[in-house]
């Protein structure tokens, strides 16, 4: 019995600090930023001071996706960090952990930038069950953060397993290539929308999910406020979409968050844009697109010396008529 134990201890003692080191290759081989990996640990840097912090789903994701990162602090004349994650791994739990993450690493922001979409309040699969650690390095104290805050084996397993996966190991930094294509007609792109609303809901509009991932999302903020930031603008992004399920909860969930926190702005720019060719699919905004609703919204918004435009109806006068 005491020789399996010592053998099962020798085995531990030899392996755990082996994976680690076999998962620390990227890190150990590139500098990685956020216009040139999609993990945002691997580009999280420490005791860095930022303008903007942009956080949410893939939404938010765009700003740092293909070539736009650095083009986007040139229009707004801002220094800017992403903590967003695609591929429906921006839910509120990801993104409270990685603000979290942020805020322990030592770095500070003037303005959070939060790109809110309705169906990470409704579902467990965008928040606890997400596989939002794919990308991520094997960082100790966020996998501990992550399962004291209720995150399920699913992601823990995943960010483990995957750290041995070749492409991880082999994980170089991404080309700034920009998405040019365009959905063909406002009905394809209801198509594709009506194709992916039930996988985004399928648990659908479940109040009991929305009221426990809404008191997290306010954890979220709590945690922006005490950390000095001086301005939390939430933005419902635009698409193409001809309807966007729980929008109305969550919108009167926001506005009365607003009512509390006097830092807060809330813009609905859902509607801002219908053109598809805009659009790389009926949700997402193609480079172009990207190109236009800087110029028009976010620089007005949150570029150098604006103070936000502060009312949905001053926002709404920019938008195209639908």
């Known amino acids: 019995m005491r020789r399996l134990l010592f053998q099962t201890l020798l085995f531990l003692a030899i392996n755990i600090p082996l994976y680690f080191l076999v998962a620390s290759i990227p890190p150990l081989r590139y500098d990685f930023t956020n216009d040139t990996t999609k993990s945002v640990l691997l580009a999280m840097t420490k ?63 003037d303005t959070l930038l939060y790109l809110v979409d309705p169906w990470v309040f409704f579902s467990p699969q965008w928040n606890e069950n997400a596989h939002f650690l794919e990308w991520e390095p094997a960082d100790v104290p966020f996998l501990v953060r992550a399962v004291q805050e209720g995150a399920s084996r699913i992601p823990i397993i995943n960010n483990l397993q995957y750290k041995l996966d070749p492409v991880w190991l082999k994980s170089e930094p991404l080309p700034p290539t ?72 969550m919108i009167d969930f926001l506005s009365d968050l607003k009512t509390r926190h006097p830092k807060v702005e809330l813009y609905d720019l859902s ?29 007005p918004l949150v570029g150098k010396g604006s103070a936000g435009v502060r009312t949905l109806g001053d926002m709404a006068k920019k938008a195209p008529l639908e």
């Open 47 to 109: 005791d860095a001071h930022y303008d903007l912090l942009v956080m949410g789903t893939s939404h938010a994701r765009l700003f740092s996706n293909d070539g736009t990162h650095k083009r986007l602090e040139e229009a707004l004349g801002l220094s800017l960090f992403n903590i967003g994650k695609d591929g429906g791994h921006g839910g509120v739990l990801p993104e409270f952990l990685f603000l979290s993450r942020f805020y322990e690493k030592g770095n500070s922001a």
């Open 178 to 249: 920009p998405r040019t294509v365009k959905v063909p007609t406002l009905a394809a792109g209801a198509e594709q929308c009506a194709h992916d609303i039930p996988n985004s809901y399928q648990e659908g509009l479940n109040r009991e999910n929305f009221t426990r991932y809404s008191a997290l999302f306010e954890r979220t903020i709590d945690l922006a406020e005490a950390h000095g930031v001086k301005r939390i603008v939430f933005v419902v992004p635009t698409t193409i979409c001809p309807s966007i399920p729980g929008k109305a909860m």
């Open 271 to 299: 509607r801002t844009m219908n053109d598809p060719a805009y659009f790389y699919d009926y949700n997402h905004l193609n480079f172009d697109g990207m190109e236009i609703f800087t110029r028009e919204y976010l620089v």
